[in-house]
């Protein structure tokens, strides 16, 4: 059996080393598919002043979309005046990867915002951080490490 150069043992070495490090660190959480069914439930908004307190119940309708109504107000004057317990605020659920969603909200006002032709919906990227809690992100912000959260009420 021929020798081995000090250099070749070495960087077989430190080749092992670093294939042991990155598997290891990996977080095995990420390689798990999230199911879409955890959205199912009543959530509390929260990070939002002016939405904090506000209940949304997320089903899957008939044709397995997902939709979240209002079930209770806060006492914010301005949701007051442009929502109602009943009105759709969550439009629809997707998702981009195996643990991260998209979530689409109709704005509040969306209906004067329809007739200035703005836009009348925000999506939101969505992370679950625990069974009970998601979060928002927007744009490079990472929604697991968001203040904006929906928290979970009842199954």
């Given at each position: 059996?021929?020798?081995?150069?000090?250099q070749?043992?070495?960087?077989?070495?430190?080749?092992?080393?670093?294939?042991?490090?990155?598997?290891?660190?990996?977080?095995?959480?990420?390689?798990?598919?999230?199911?879409?069914?955890?959205?199912?439930?009543?959530?509390?908004?929260?990070?939002?002043?002016?939405?904090?307190?506000?209940?949304?119940?997320?089903?899957?309708?008939?044709?397995?979309?997902?939709?979240?109504?209002?079930?209770?107000?806060?006492?914010?004057?301005?949701?007051?005046?442009?929502?109602?317990?009943?009105?759709?605020?969550?439009?629809?659920i997707?998702?981009?990867?195996?643990?991260?969603?998209?979530?689409?909200?109709?704005?509040?006002?969306?209906?004067l915002?329809?007739?200035?032709?703005?836009?009348?919906?925000q999506?939101?990227?969505?992370?679950?951080?625990?069974?009970?809690?998601?979060?928002?992100?927007?744009?490079?912000?990472?929604?697991?490490?968001?203040?904006?959260?929906?928290?979970?009420?009842?199954?």
């Amino acid at each position: 059996m021929p020798k081995q150069k000090p250099q070749t043992l070495v960087l077989k070495v430190i080749s092992i080393i670093f294939i042991s490090f990155l598997f290891f660190s990996c977080d095995s959480n990420l390689l798990h598919k999230t199911p879409i069914d955890n959205f199912k439930g009543t959530w509390e908004l929260q990070g939002r002043t002016m939405f904090d307190g506000i209940k949304i119940k997320i089903t899957e309708d008939k044709n397995g979309n997902f939709v979240g109504k209002v079930v209770e107000l806060n006492n914010n004057k301005y949701v007051d005046l442009f929502v109602s317990v009943g009105d759709t605020w969550v439009t629809g659920i997707g998702r981009s990867s195996n643990f991260e969603f998209i979530l689409t909200e109709r704005k509040i006002a969306s209906q004067l915002f329809s007739l200035y032709g703005l836009d009348t919906t925000q999506d939101y990227e969505v992370k679950f951080i625990d069974n009970n809690t998601f979060g928002l992100g927007t744009g490079s912000a990472d929604p697991g490490q968001s203040s904006i959260r929906y928290i979970r009420v009842t199954p």
